[in-house]
């Protein structure tokens, strides 16, 4: 305790008597945490909104008319067995009157049901996959069934599904991609600011390990010291996303009141984001200085 | 130079023979426990960092056969060459020989900013030649060193320049408060441990080294010629300090070329020249007298 109260004093002696190199260190992490942490808000929302067109994807198995009560059973008994092992999270049977409902509903003009000869819609089971991605894997156990339509078959949204997988799968590899390098160069700076620190006294250390300072007792000021300047960085940070939030993001979400905001997509709360973000300016300059020191305060 | 006068008026022409000086530091030593003269230093010696160098009757330093040699393309400098000494715990012995001779080599060796390139360093007991690197630390903050260039820290005071060879031992921030303006007081700084190194005469700069060096009270002292950047004045307040250090018990290897110091002190006196030891000599002039 009374350690960490030394070791932080001189910490602070430090950044007092280099304060060029420790400005520098905390603009550079102030900059790399407000990207960040304008960026995490916004791959988390739109991460949010693929997710919810995900939930939406379902896959339908279209039943022919002539199929016998027993060929339907040993279809349903057949996505019980994919629901048991996980592949199918739930589903529900549509039978043809039901479906002539649905689409009289979606219909415009109603009447032009009327005019049909008899009820033309097939009955059918929606299966909600577990997870988007393995609509194919269902498409694939169930197509043979005897109770199939031939040419309707068992389908997904297809060519859209498909898309959209791939657009999701595009924004998290990206976005974790730039979050890892936006880190990366943050902690790189710090370590680089905090080798001008140990280079502009490495007279001092030198002393230092005369008069017996053992490694840790030299190195420990200056970790403190790489912390110091990402805690601070990372706090300005949040102050500046905190008034881009008051006085930007919130007029704006207010004023556009329409299908993006109305969604139900959300997004990571602001005191948990102030949290991650302080942590990792934190973080960055524990890593940024204990790289330093490792490769240029060898005792 | 008042100022350059020790407290109690000690002058280095006290010079005592050697008999008598041994009974006068038994004495001061033991005066050093129990209180008396020097009752202010009792709460010095406390023994969190000279633990290191292990007590007892043999000497203090011991050289065998050490030889060392800087490598090079040129096949290398040898620095010191089959040099074999014993130091005894509480000595004073000058290092002495023409520039390049080896002294800063030797005196490297024993808190093993050097390693010898064969031979034996034992110091305090302890065997340079197999301590290994992470207990070196703990083997310098036993050994009190002072250098020709003062090595102060420069963005501190002289007082946290002396604090902080007690806050590397972990030793209390009162006890600090206690023993820092003690021993400015005792270099005769005791006004000025608010001033920084660059505020300071070359003299007053290594009166603080002076104090840092001994502030934990170590058992050994050395000194690569502290006095080289100091007018003739000056150094003899320097040789002083060093002198009553010793004189409690503490055991002085100083390197030097100043011939009128070493004169003065009539010290045992151990000669360099090209890496060899050519004289070893008790009560002795700097130069073999005619
Ligand atoms: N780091 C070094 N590298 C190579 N040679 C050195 C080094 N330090 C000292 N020497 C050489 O070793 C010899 C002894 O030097 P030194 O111990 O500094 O002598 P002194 O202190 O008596 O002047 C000299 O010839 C010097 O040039
Ligand atoms: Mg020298």
Redesign the interface.
């Known amino acids: 305790m ?2 960490a109260r ?1 070791f932080i004093a001189e910490a602070l ?1 430090s950044i007092r ?1 280099n304060m060029a190199v420790a400005i520098a260190a905390t603009t550079t992490v102030a900059i790399a945490v407000f990207v960040l942490g304008a960026f995490i808000p916004s791959f988390l929302f739109v991460q949010s909104a693929v997710d919810q067109q995900k939930d939406r994807i379902d896959v339908r198995a279209y039943i022919s008319d002539p199929a016998t009560v027993d060929q339907v059973a040993e279809l349903e008994a057949g996505i019980v067995a994919l629901q048991s092992d996980g592949t199918v999270e739930s589903f529900d049977f549509v039978d043809k009157q039901e479906a002539l409902e649905i689409m009289r509903e979606r219909l415009q003009d109603p009447t032009i049901l009327e005019e049909l000869p008899g009820n033309p819609f097939p009955r059918s089971y929606i299966i909600k996959p577990a997870q988007a991605e393995r609509s194919g894997d269902i498409i694939a156990a169930l197509r043979d069934f005897p109770a199939i339509d031939p040419s309707a078959g068992v389908v997904d949204g297809g060519e859209t599904t498909s898309r959209l997988l791939d657009v999701a799968r595009f924004i998290q590899w990206t976005g974790l991609g730039l979050i890892v390098i936006l880190l990366i160069a943050s902690l790189l700076l710090i370590a680089n600011t905090i080798r001008l620190s140990v280079f502009a006294r490495r ?2 250390v030198e ?9 840790w ?1 030299i190195r420990w000021p200056f970790v403190i010291e790489g912390i110091v300047c990402g805690l601070i960085g990372a706090a300005l940070a949040v102050g500046l996303l905190w008034a881009v939030k008051i006085g930007v993001v919130d007029n704006w979400i207010v004023e556009n009141d329409d299908s993006l905001t109305r969604d139900t997509a959300t997004t990571i709360g602001f005191s948990a984001l102030a949290g991650i973000l302080i942590a990792s300016g934190a973080i960055v300059g524990a890593l940024g200085s204990g790289i330093t020191i490792r490769r240029f305060l060898k ?1 | 130079m008042s100022s350059d006068q020790t407290p109690n008026g000690q002058t280095p022409e006290d010079a005592l023979s050697e008999a008598e000086e041994r009974a006068q530091r038994r004495m001061l030593r033991r005066r050093g426990r129990t209180g008396g003269e020097s009752s202010g230093r009792r709460g010095l010696r406390r023994d969190k ?1 000279a633990s290191f160098l292990r007590d007892g009757d043999g000497p203090m330093v011991v050289m065998e056969d050490v030889k060392k040699v800087y490598e090079g393309k040129d096949g290398g400098t040898t620095a010191l060459d089959d040099v074999s000494l014993e130091v005894d715990s509480g000595e004073f012995v000058f290092l002495v020989g023409q520039s390049g001779s080896g002294k800063s080599t030797f005196i490297r060796l024993l ?1 093993k ?1 050097l390693d010898s390139s064969s031979g034996r360093v034992v110091v305090g007991g302890r065997d340079l030649t197999r301590l290994r690197r ?1 207990r ?7 050994i009190g ?1 002072i ?1 020709q260039d003062y ?5 501190r005071t002289a007082y946290e320049n002396v604090a ?2 007690l ?4 030793e ?2 009162r006890n600090i408060k206690r023993m820092v303006p003690e021993v400015l007081t005792l270099v005769g700084l005791g006004e000025k441990g608010e001033r920084y190194p660059n505020e300071l005469s070359g003299g007053e700069q290594q009166r603080v080294s002076v104090a ?1 060096s001994f502030v934990n009270q170590p058992r050994l002292l050395i000194a690569d010629e502290p006095t080289g950047n100091l007018d003739p004045d000056t150094s003899i307040g320097i040789m002083q300090l060093l002198y009553r250090i010793n004189r409690t018990g503490t055991t002085v290897i100083m390197a030097t070329h100043d011939r009128d110091l070493v004169d003065k002190m009539q010290m045992r006196v151990v000669e360099l020249e090209d890496g060899k030891i050519i004289r070893d000599q008790r009560q002795a002039r700097y130069a073999l007298a005619d």
């Open positions: 009374r350690k030394f002696r008597a007279r001092e002393i230092m390990r005369l008069v017996g300072g053992t490694n007792f005792v | 960092s808190t900013e992470g070196i630390p703990y083997l310098r903050r036993s060193t250098f090595k102060l820290l420069p963005g902080y060879a806050e590397i031992i972990g209390s921030p840092r």
